[in-house]
């Protein structure tokens, strides 16, 4: 279902994990979410400065979770907690990784594939992207984190018409109301540019510059503490001999 690999960019290494499950659209069985939990941390462990989620399948991002494990969560209660839980540890391990996450969507996005989108820091959508939060079509709710993460995104009124609706937008729609940052021809060509331009930066600022984008409570420690490390000391350098960094890993 998900298929680790890395590029070796000019600027550092790049990982990737890849949805490939077309059979099933790139659906999400609830054993499978621990499995990307896993897969994002070793993409963290693994040396890269950027991770990439995309999709392996053609014209589909993710259709979302799996409808044979919703048909199921119909009559077991314990494996409702199951699937809540496993889900959110997939998008807050994502969400909370020390390097940049891309989601490159080109194709369909749906449902939790959405969530999954919105829990990287940024959004790419190909010409063939397109959005559709569908719960209410099947009588359920949307977890609170990714209500939260949504309306982070486009506001409490783009949350509601998404979120009531079901409906479904173009990739253009998603750019303007915020739902992704950046639209292409191709999102997998210009989510590997927007990350090695990432790569090319201190791997220290981009985490820490990720810490107080959440908001964290050590973010003015964090400022002062940059101008004590290695990565101030080797880019001031660089600056001063107008030559391209190099940064520790």
């Known amino acids: 279902m998900f298929i680790f690999d890395s590029i070796d960019a000019s ?45 392996g399948a053609p014209n589909i991002f993710s259709s979302g979770a799996d409808l044979g494990d919703l048909k199921g969560l ?16 997939a998008f807050d391990t994502i969400a909370g990784l020390p390097i940049a996450t891309i989601a490159a969507v080109d194709g369909g996005c749906y449902g939790a594939g959405v969530a999954l989108a919105m829990a990287c820091d940024m959004r790419v959508a190909g010409d063939k992207a397109q959005f559709a939060i569908t719960p209410a079509k099947v009588g359920i709710v949307y977890p609170a ?18 979120l009531t609706t079901g409906m479904t937008i173009s990739a253009d729609e998603a750019l303007a109301i915020g739902l992704v940052e950046e639209r292409a021809a191709s999102a997998d060509a210009a989510a590997l540019a927007l990350a090695e331009r990432i790569a090319a930066n201190a791997r220290s600022s981009v985490a820490g ?18 101008f004590g490390g290695e990565d101030f000391r080797e880019g001031l350098a660089a600056f001063r001999g107008r030559r391209k960094p190099v940064f520790g890993a």
């Not at 609830?30 to 989620?53: H, K």
């Not at 984190?145 to 998404?162: C, E, F, T, W």
């Not at 510059?209 to 940059?226: C, G, S």
Request: net charge positive.
């Open 11 to 55: 600027a550092g290494r790049v990982a990737r994990i890849s949805l490939d499950k077309p059979a099933s659209r790139n659906s999400i069985a609830i054993g499978q979410w621990s499995e990307l939990a896993d897969a994002a941390e070793r993409a963290a462990a693994s040396g890269a400065r950027v991770l990439i989620i995309r999709s």
């Open 74 to 89: 119909a009559t077991d209660p314990a494996l409702r907690g199951r699937f809540r839980t496993d889900m959110a540890r």
């Open 145 to 162: 984190g990714d209500v939260a993460r949504l309306r982070a995104l486009v506001g409490p009124g783009q949350a509601a018409r998404l």
């Open 209 to 226: 510059l990720k810490r107080i984008l959440a908001q964290d409570d050590a973010a003015d420690q964090l400022f002062e503490d940059a």
